[in-house]
């Protein structure tokens, strides 16, 4: 498909809907890019060891108690119950879940992250649906398309008006997998985007509470109500997303070019221009900690030889993550002293275990964080740092790193089998690549067997 | 409470949510208004009436599909199907149908269907805690008043953007509803209120698809998420509502005076004026009828001696509702002409059955319909109407209307009595109001197994 197809209707709104469910329903799975499904099969992986890591955390246990109270067909896998539920109830609770920890993918296209709304949607019908490893790949990978794609055209007013984009533009693309999966016409996609757009919601003030978390959870559990009720007949709006009084009028949305919204749709991945994240905390601490990890490996630093630290940084970061002298794991996940500590040290920094309270008082740790130094200047961008390292004997080494830089796909799967490991243990994280690494090729029940292990 | 009470918080925003948790929780069953509670009764018959005969709907069908085919915990009655589901899906299933023929109460503080969103939430939530009629009825009283006093707070601003009211401002007074059922605290109210402003959704550019009476559903399944979310220790915002980039904020609300959210809050009940449909076509029809009907009854005009019929209505209404010479039973429900000779023929307007293709076709009503003159005047507001009737003998009468007009609480009941009588049969009718009339000293179970049967 082209850009040529992003007609205006006749009533002069453009037309979004109609590329996007064509897209849906007339891309061959055998037809998407190995690039774009490599990718894909990493973001399965990351959100799957998120998600059984973050099974713990408060606001999986309460989002899952109200679907284990309910109950119902036994559809779907919830993590951490041992009991299935209805395919919607599961995903709203895996996507609460997986997306507690705050540690999944992020795209920047639009601000938001993609595979913790999509994923447990396309996951649960699957599953419900007994679908093949295949069919499930690309219907996750198309609605993590559409995500992105319909999230770069509601733009950044939609996001900076105060919608969070992982709710909202999530709400399509876990229409659109699950759609794709239920078989639905390309009329009756049109419907679910529909529903979806009367449906959709999610506010950024949330951002601090539970209901960041829990908005990946509605996109999901959205997503296969709209897609569920389509098949069930329901009429909604085939243009609800960009009608009069539509979803992006109506959401503060820019609602940009469909040119650029259809330009390559079914050929090129946005989505493939996915981030990850490597280290257990803040964002603002990662380019350091790159740079931190890196020296320390290509220098064979060892902690108790550190003299002194400086770190460049951009001074957004200031506000953000620069607690001088932490007294608990959580703070020190903001600590730009401490985490530089931590990575010297050699510890791993993408595991959870790490930030502990116990961690803030390891006098070794305590010796070199008050020995850092953090020089912020806007020279340096929000996604990069410099960092210097003086040992005892007067040696000093440099290091930079931007988190923007190109990593090979490659360097990416070793980075994010290593946090599986750490996340989840080497063992389930080896068993859980084996089956997602030849998705392609295995029963999405395989998959879903291990994740309720 | 008084306005007092509604103080600007210490980050400037005005508070709105503590003052409805405040009267969630703190205003006692018995010390609310007998004529509040009388009105709350009437609107009860109605919106179990209008469900009942709704049960049938497309919509009504689509979404009754979706959570039978979900199942789970049998905790609440959903209208037309033979087994209880989660007091969630309840709501979800029967708002839906309440709504599915538009033929439900409207209140004009915030131009909404208050009893669509909030019964069906408070009578699931009641069903499911076998709470007793007094503890529902006043918890769906306070979640009715919720929703006005929010709704108005709201504004035409937040209507006239685009989104519909019955959806949004209906989650706010479901979740107050539920929450007051289900015993929670006013620290956890304000959470369920944080949670509906993340989760509140709707649009009105669904207006004219299923999405609209689907809207009613949302909200009140939205209000049981909310307060189920927060009586599990969910942390959501305590001012989402009101707080920066809160639901207010980003969805084009006026946010009005907070001091007027607030006055007489608890004493006085803005939910009395709420406004019922006695017929089962197009509000734009209503004052005509009105006015014919008291007309043939007080001069005992019969259809074969009229001559000629004059309408003096708003021209805002020959878009809406003058199709001259309908040909179906749903276009006889946008014709003045057709429904005036119905009216004089003593058709029970009130009834669905009524509006048939046979109608249409029938020789005594298209004799008149074709003597029927509709004069639009923008002297006449858009909720009245005059008419002259013309006999045969040559005698003139004159009546006019105006649905603005007090009416009697006890005329308000006979005329709800008889169209529940004319909804469901006079029969199941009495029953319902045995009940309902009775609520405060029944049990909830009572009325649902009524509902049920």
Redesign the interface.
């Given at each position: 498909m082209d850009g040529t197809q992003s007609a205006r209707s006749s009533k002069g709104t453009p037309d979004i809907s109609g590329p996007i469910a064509r897209f849906a329903v007339a891309t061959r799975a055998e037809a998407l890019p190995a690039s774009a499904r490599r990718i894909a099969k990493l973001s399965l992986l990351d959100v799957c060891a998120v998600t059984l890591a973050g099974a713990g955390e408060?606001?999986s246990?309460?989002?899952r108690?109200?679907v284990a109270?309910?109950?119902?067909?036994p559809e779907a896998t919830v993590i951490g119950h041992p009991k299935k539920?209805?395919a919607?109830?599961a995903a709203l609770a895996n996507g609460a879940t997986a997306h507690a920890l705050d540690y999944d993918d992020t795209h920047f296209d639009y601000t938001g992250h993609p595979s913790v709304a999509v994923f447990p949607a396309a996951l649960a019908v699957a599953e419900k649906r007994g679908a093949s490893g295949a069919e499930f790949l690309a219907a996750a990978l198309i609605g993590l398309e559409s995500t992105c794609r319909i999230g770069a055209w509601l733009g950044t007013r939609h996001y900076d008006?105060?919608?969070h984009q992982t709710?909202t533009s999530g709400s399509f693309g876990a229409a659109v997998a699950a759609a794709r999966l239920m078989g639905l016409s390309e009329e009756r996609t049109r419907h679910a985007l529909?529903?979806a757009?009367?449906?959709?919601?999610?506010?950024?003030?949330?951002f601090g509470?539970?209901?960041k978390p829990?908005?990946a959870g509605?996109a999901a559990a959205n997503g296969i109500?709209a897609a569920?009720?389509a098949a069930?007949?329901?009429?909604?709006?085939t243009d609800?997303l960009e009608?009069?009084?539509?979803?992006a009028?109506?959401h503060?949305a820019a609602a940009g070019d469909p040119a650029k919204l259809c330009a390559g749709l079914g050929e090129t991945f946005r989505f493939e221009h996915v981030q990850y994240k490597f280290h257990a905390c803040c964002h603002g601490t990662h380019a350091a900690l790159e740079a931190l990890h890196g020296l320390r490996q290509k220098a064979g630093l060892k902690i108790d030889d550190i003299d002194a630290v400086t770190l460049g940084v951009h001074p957004r970061w200031l506000r953000v993550c620069n607690i001088e002298a932490p007294a608990t794991g959580l703070e020190a996940k903001f600590s730009y002293r401490l985490t530089s500590a931590m990575a010297l040290a050699g510890m791993q920094t993408g595991a959870l275990s790490v930030f502990a309270d116990a961690t803030c008082r390891d006098p070794a740790l305590v010796r070199v964080r008050d020995r850092v130094a953090v020089a912020a200047d806007d020279k340096y961008p929000p996604t990069a740092a410099a960092v210097t390292v003086r040992t005892r004997a007067g040696k000093e080494h440099v290091a930079s790193y931007d988190l923007e830089a190109p990593m090979s796909v490659e360097v990416k799967e070793q980075k994010l089998r290593e946090k599986a490991e750490a996340l989840v243990g080497p063992d389930r994280a080896r068993r859980l690549w084996a089956v997602i690494g030849d998705i392609e090729r295995r029963k999405v029940g395989e998959l879903t067997a291990l994740m309720a292990a």
């Open positions: 408060p606001v246990r309460a989002v108690a109200l109270e309910e109950a119902g067909m539920v209805p919607r109830a008006h105060g919608f709710a529909g529903i757009a009367t449906r959709a919601s999610g506010l950024k003030s949330q509470t539970m209901g829990y908005h509605l109500e569920t009720l069930l007949g329901f009429v909604s709006r609800g009608c009069e009084q539509g979803f009028a109506t503060a």
